[in-house]
């Protein structure tokens, strides 16, 4: 069973968020709440696998909320998605940076709702098709003028080319078949690269491909809701 806490600071998202969330029966709501501090606080109690967090709420603000989630080594194993109906890019790379494992519209639909909490729970990262452009070209600009390619350096052949396309947003099945590799071994080179780049997630990864030059505008493909 996947859990999964709802922070968002209006009852009725939270309620329809809710049925959509648990209509397969194989993930359980275990915590709501109306702003970011109480969304942390729950998060702190019950450790969900998944937070579906809103961005901009009273108290505290669903990207602080996540900076506090991802600093904190006793929520190891918790994923945070922002879940919000503005498409705004400031809104996107924010939270992106601030370790959210993906950023989704609130206008998703329910299958892929569904989808999107397993993925996350999984370890992979994931951005609707409709904002990962942005994300990956605001991204890339920033990182332009000065790309850091010492972030490369304990990198084998074989794992820079992994990270490439991961980079483009390929999924572990995408990579191997590019690469020639089973999904089972692409998953492998997907783990030893978050262990030797210190990244939390595949999102991480990529963000990391293109601060390194490895990718540039125009390359990446969205990242997939399901691999």
């Not at 915590?31 to 019950?46: I, P, T, W």
């Not at 909490?117 to 994300?135: E, K, M, Q």
């Not at 191997?176 to 210190?198: D, I, M, W």
């Amino acid at each position: 069973m996947i859990t999964v806490a709802l922070v968002d600071d209006q009852e009725l998202v939270r309620t329809g968020l809710r049925q959509l969330a648990v209509s397969d029966g194989d993930i359980e709501v275990v915590a709501e709440a109306a702003d970011g501090r109480a969304g942390l606080s729950h998060v702190r109690e019950r450790h969900p696998d998944v937070v579906l967090m809103d961005i901009r709420m009273p108290v505290m603000d669903g990207i602080t909320a996540t900076e506090h989630i991802v600093s904190d080594p006793n929520l190891d194993s918790t994923r945070v998605v922002m879940l919000t109906t503005f498409d705004d890019d400031e809104d996107i790379v924010a939270a992106i940076a601030a370790g959210a494992s993906g950023y989704l519209l609130k206008d998703i639909r329910p299958v892929d709702l569904r989808a999107a909490v397993r993925t996350v729970a999984g370890g992979d990262a994931l951005l609707s098709p409709g904002v990962t452009n942005t994300v990956l070209r605001r991204l890339s600009d920033q990182n332009r003028a000065t790309p850091r390619p010492e972030i490369l350096d304990d990198l084998t052949v074989r794992e820079r080319e992994v990270l490439t396309h991961i980079g483009r947003g390929e999924s572990n099945r995408e990579v191997g078949a590019s690469l020639f590799l089973s999904p089972e071994t692409s998953r492998t080179y997907a783990s030893r690269l978050l262990g030797k780049l210190g990244a939390r997630d595949r999102s991480q990864l990529v963000v990391l491909a293109y601060e390194s030059g490895l990718v540039t505008p125009g390359e990446a493909a969205p990242i997939a809701v399901s691999d």
